[in-house]
């Protein structure tokens, strides 16, 4: 099993030197395996781990005795340990939530709060292969396409959190061999056998039914499924990033060209329209298959101008040969956050910002000039930004910015002032921000710490450009 891991963690390039892990640990067999797994790599690995246990409250004093089992484990272990109590019935209640819903939700609020207080990157999570096969058949009879069968991948961003998934190779029986022959103890969760949860019925009923009625090797088919549209799909997500591209309008980037989009099979069109709807930061829990059909009717109808309601605030509209989203009636441009896709292409629609990243080695030196002048190229090291999000963000009064060159830090707002930005302009500049820093002012200067060092240290390669407002 060890093995195995390694192997895991090496092919996917799950773990890197130097970097700080987060266990999620409930105190299971698959999660306790795991940490004994990276505690074992540990030196071999070079990285600082620490477990984080959420206390959530559903089994009354038996969920304290397990956040007791974690931190004896850890400090047997001398790891440090992080812990947070929820109520998870009580929220289950209050949002009208199922109580997995809710256990979820919390998790993730707890792990994302977490990274961010360490300022770290990555959350290892103890999934097994049994769990990648059960969660494919949840998919499969819930109506899911090849991106939904992809199931869980071996790494992955999950509503802000890095995830890595080092057992994802190996089965929950052998996380309990493993503990056994080295006689850890393990908690042992008796909601595990409770049928008001899917998955458990899936596990103990409908799994080992279809493995002796129809596949002894069930499990391992599930799996295999899950690798290959996992594969396909980021075959058919390059595909689409190609035909979303040549569909978009080049008098205005925000809109779709129908004729061009029309074109392409039903599977590409439903692509292609999920792509714009992300891409126009869409509540993603508002895209669903449903949404998809309505604006696949929209698009094939005759009429000249036609609108459909996404939202309160979103609505979108064909006007003749082209698809719209419309915000903001009042024309004032609404203060943005946007992730910037490394290594790749991010259109910012509402902006008019085309942004394309590669990583590359060493920088060629770029001459300051005026705030938000493009197009802008900026050369970051990518060892500083490691797994971190990227993102393009409007200013807000109160940023400060530590200039590469200049001792200390400066008020955007001074930066504008020297730069005589005007007042109406400087909520459309865009800034680059990285854990939580500014780290590149378009057209002016990068942040002192992010700087390439010599010729050799990997890089970040951002080219910022405008792209043509609607005429």
């Known amino acids: 099993m060890l093995r195995q891991v390694q192997k895991t ?29 990276l ?25 304290d005795e397990d956040q007791r089992f974690v931190e004896a484990l850890a400090n047997k272990l001398g790891l440090a340990f992080i812990t947070q ?15 997995e819903m809710a256990a979820r939700e919390a998790r993730h609020d707890f792990y994302r709060s977490t990274l961010k207080r360490f300022g770290t990157q990555s959350m290892a999570l103890a999934h097994t292969s049994d769990d990648q096969a059960e969660t494919v058949l949840l998919k499969l ?54 049928f008001r949860f899917q998955r458990n019925r899936v596990r103990h009923e409908v799994i080992p039914l279809l493995e002796a009625t129809l596949n002894p090797s069930l499990r391992q088919a599930l799996v295999r499924t899950a690798d290959l549209c996992r594969e396909e799909n980021k075959w058919m997500n390059d595909l689409t990033c190609y035909m979303f591209d040549a569909s978009l309008d080049p008098v205005y980037p925000a809109a779709l ?41 929209l698009i094939r109808c005759s009429a000249g101008t036609k609108n459909l309601s996404v939202s309160k605030d979103v609505r979108v509209i064909r006007n003749y040969d082209r698809l719209l989203i419309e915000r903001n ?31 590359a080695r060493g920088w060629v030196k770029q001459e300051r000039g005026p705030v938000g002048d493009f197009p802008a190229h900026a050369f970051l090291n990518a060892q500083r930004i490691g797994w971190a999000k990227i993102y393009i963000r409007s200013w ?15 008020k ?60």
Request: charged share 25%; glycine share 8%.
């Open 9 to 37: 963690i090496k092919g996917h390039q799950l773990i890197f030197s130097g970097q700080h892990i987060l266990i999620g640990v409930s105190g299971g067999a698959d999660s306790v395996a795991l940490t004994c797994l």
């Open 39 to 63: 505690h074992h790599l540990q030196s071999r690995l070079k990285v600082k781990l620490t477990l984080v246990h959420l206390n959530h409250k559903i089994r009354g004093q038996r969920a």
């Open 85 to 99: 109590t929820r109520n998870i019935p009580r929220l289950a209640r209050e949002k009208k939530w199922s109580l």
């Open 141 to 194: 009879v819930r109506g899911a396409g090849v991106q939904g069968l992809s199931a869980m991948d071996y790494q992955c961003q999950l509503k802000g959190i890095h995830v890595v998934r080092p057992m994802l190779d190996v089965t929950h029986q052998a996380a309990i061999d493993f503990l056994k022959k080295r006689g850890q103890e393990w908690r042992e969760d008796e909601s595990n056998q409770d």
């Open 257 to 297: 060209k129908l004729d061009v989009v029309n074109q392409y099979s039903i599977a590409a069109r439903r692509r292609i329209l999920l792509c714009w709807l992300t891409k126009h930061h869409v509540d993603v829990g508002r895209i669903d298959y449903q949404l998809i059909d309505r604006l696949l009717s």
């Open 329 to 359: 009636k009042d024309g004032v441009l609404s203060p943005f956050k946007i992730q910037i896709k490394a290594p790749g292409i991010t259109c910012c629609f509402d902006q008019n910002i085309r942004v394309q990243t590669t990583w």
């Open 396 to 410: 807000n009064p109160g940023d400060r910015f530590n200039p590469l060159g200049f001792k200390g830090s400066k």
């Open 412 to 471: 955007i707002q001074d930066i504008f002032v020297d730069q005589k930005v005007p007042q109406q302009k400087r909520p459309m500049i865009p800034l680059v921000q990285c854990r939580d820093e500014i780290i590149w002012v378009p057209g002016y200067q990068i942040a002192c710490g992010w700087e390439v060092k010599d010729s050799q240290t990997r890089t970040l390669h951002i080219t910022m450009e405008l792209v043509p407002h609607n005429k």
